[in-house]
Nanobody, 128 residues
């Protein structure tokens, strides 16, 4: 069975750092497009970053460029989101998801509907 499990959420002060982890089983993460999404209160789920784990090709939302880094450890079937200079507007649940590899190379990498396997989410709270 396919499983996607996130961890690493917590509470930090503005300007702080945190790393989220996503471990997958039931498929090889390096063969898929792996994405991180978040959902601010009252808003739709939005793509934060994606990575084609086989090559390391990454995409980022403008709101996190220069602050967040998505990485992969193919041997461990793990994808991480390294978050620096956190802001209160980064608060919310963060989800890891998997999609067909082609998604990472197109214009839809940030679309929720492009992904077919999802984790339950891990919560990040950034206080000012």
């Amino acid at each position: 069975a396919v499983q996607v499990v996130e961890s690493g959420g917590g509470s930090v002060q503005a300007g702080g750092s945190l790393t989220l982890s996503c471990v997958v089983s039931g498929f090889i993460s390096s063969s898929r497009c792996m994405g991180w999404f978040r959902q601010a209160p009252g808003k739709e789920r939005e793509g934060v970053a994606s990575i084609y784990a086989s090559s390391g090709r990454a995409n980022y939302a403008d709101s996190v460029k220069g602050r967040f880094t998505i990485t992969r450890d193919n041997a461990m079937n793990t994808v991480k989101l390294i978050m620096n200079d956190l802001k209160p507007e980064d608060t919310g649940p963060y989800y890891c998801a998997a999609a067909n590899s082609a998604v990472c190379f197109g214009s839809s990498w940030w679309r929720e509907k492009a992904y077919d396997s999802w984790g339950q989410g891990t919560l990040l709270t950034v206080s000012s």
